[in-house]
């Protein structure tokens, strides 16, 4: 996760995504997981599937303000 999101940071959004993509699909359940998975796949064009992972990330009474904020999609790439 960390590694990809470096990357997202780079703004090598499709390498970041590769990575995420070789992890288990039950690695998008935890919801802070599941939020940097989403900003990942809205850079890489993907806003549906990004939008039910904001979702699932939203609910989540665990996100820290600084992880709530990334739910803004002014925020979102």
Known sequence: MTAAFA?????QY????ELLNRLPAETWQDPR???YYALILR???QSELAALHETRAAASPDLLPE???LLDPKKLR
């Open 67 to 69: 992880e709530r904020l």
């Open 7 to 11: 990357l997202y940071r780079k703004q």
């Open 14 to 17: 499709k390498e970041a995504l």
């Open 43 to 45: 850079a890489t064009g």
């Open 33 to 35: 997981k599941a939020l």
